[in-house]
């Protein structure tokens, strides 16, 4: 079946600091990855996604690149800001935009 | 992008009573929606597809008799929570793409923050 596994959270950081969020997914066939953000009170955003093996998704300064040979799609970001602060979401969709979420990473990042 | 609009963002309703949660494509047509619910602190769980014109599908675990889902027109989609109970008490949350389905970017509703006390 498929699922997808994130690193648990919170993580804290500090502005300009290197954020790394993992995530790892098991599937069936060849899914799309995604990332989602939530932040606090409103809905979610896609944030980036891949849609085969080897592409990498980049936005605002985030990037992750779909690794099938590990099953990951590690979020990253060189230097997070305040305003990053939110509930990350690794996910996958198998077809007809159906969503599998992992469990969600909640990052704060302080001034 | 594309706009999915949920109603009302949030409800609180008595133990006991009936909850309906609106979902709606505003600039275009879906014969497909999803319906997700997230508890506090964990990731969003796939409760149902919703197909327009035929029965939803549920997933593995949650009642369909609890859980009314009705796809009556190609922008709306609605999920009723029948006899809520505090343990119903969730984020639900709906998305939906613009055809053709499965191929193009899904869009998340606001979603509706439900207490039942």
């Known amino acids: 079946g498929n699922s997808v596994t994130q690193m648990e959270g919170p993580v804290t950081l500090s502005e300009e600091a290197f954020l790394t969020i993992n995530c790892t997914y098991t599937?069936?066939?060849?899914?799309?990855l995604f990332w989602y953000v939530q932040y606090p009170g409103e809905g979610l955003q896609l944030l980036l996604k891949?849609?085969?093996?080897?592409d990498k998704g980049s936005n605002k300064g985030f990037e992750a690149t779909y690794r099938k040979e590990t099953t990951s799609f590690h979020l990253e970001k060189g230097s997070v800001q305040v305003s990053d602060s939110a509930v990350y979401f690794c996910a996958l969709s198998g077809g007809f935009n159906k969503f599998y979420f992992g469990s969600g990473t909640k990052l704060n990042v302080k001034p | 992008g594309a706009v999915v609009s949920q109603h009302p963002s949030w409800v609180i309703c008595k133990s006991g009573t009936s909850v309906k949660i609106e979902c709606r494509s505003l600039d275009f047509q879906a014969t497909t929606m999803f319906w997700y619910r997230q508890f506090p602190k964990q990731s969003l769980m796939l409760m149902a597809t919703?197909?327009?014109?035929?029965?939803?599908?549920?997933e593995q675990g949650v009642e369909k008799d609890k859980f009314l889902i009705n796809h009556a027109s190609l922008t709306l989609s609605t999920l009723t929570v029948t006899s809520a109970h505090p343990e119903d008490s969730s984020f639900y949350i709906c998305s939906a793409s613009p055809p053709p389905q499965g191929l193009t970017e899904a869009f998340f509703g606001q979603g509706t923050r439900l207490t039942v006390v």
């Open positions: 891949a849609t085969k093996a080897d």
């Open positions: 919703s197909n327009e014109g035929s029965k939803a599908t549920y």
């Open positions: 599937a069936t066939g060849y899914p799309s």
